[in-house]
Every structure is written in C-alpha cells, then in structure tokens.
Nanobody, 113 residues
C-alpha cells in the first residue's frame, strides 16, 4: 500500500536547523512531483516548497526562500527538506504530499526559545 512517512521534526531554538525526511513506498516515487506543506494553528495547511520528479523544477514560498532547501533521492525514494535559520513562525506540522493525491501523517516542528 501507499505510504509516506515523515521524520526529523522536533524542538529547536530560533536560528537552529532541522532536516525533514519523507520516505515513500507503494508507488512510483521517481515519477511524482512532491510538495512540503506546513499546517499552523489558525492558518491551515500551506505550501512550503515543491520539487518536480526530476528535480529540474523547484519552488519555494517567499517566507522560506534562502533558508529552506528541498531535495530528493529517487534511488532511495526519499524527499528532504533542509531547514536553516529557523524562526518561531516556522512552527507547525510538516506534511509531504505526492501529486498522485497521497499525504503523509506529518511531523511536528516547534521553534521556540
């Protein structure tokens, strides 16, 4: 069956870093465009960054440009989100999404001093 499993979340101080991973199985990951979303209290679920199947097209939302890096390893079926210089407003549940309509269960990121 299809599975997307996020990991790497946690509690970090402002200015810190985290790397999220999303491990995929049960579908052809190498052909799927992928997106990271963040769900924050009162703001709903919003796009953070997206990447095409071949990594040739990458998109970042303005608040994370220059701080976050999305990447993927199609040989390992893993999607990554490297997050640097984290801010309090980056707090939320991070989900990976495969553009076949598949969601992961999410991983919590809390940025707090």
């Amino acid at each position: 069956q299809v599975q997307l499993v996020e990991s790497g979340g946690g509690l970090v101080q402002p200015g810190g870093s985290l790397r999220l991973s999303c491990t995929a199985s049960g579908f052809d990951f190498s052909r799927a465009s992928m997106t990271w979303y963040r769900e924050s209290p009162g703001e709903g679920r919003n796009v953070v960054a997206g990447i095409s199947a071949s990594s040739s097209n990458i998109h970042y939302e303005n608040p994370v440009k220059g701080r976050f890096t999305i990447s993927r390893d199609n040989a390992k079926n893993i999607l990554y989100l490297e997050m640097n210089n984290l801010k309090v407003e980056d707090t939320g549940i991070y989900y990976c999404y495969a553009h076949y309509g598949y969601w992961g269960q999410g991983t919590q990121v809390t940025v707090s001093s």
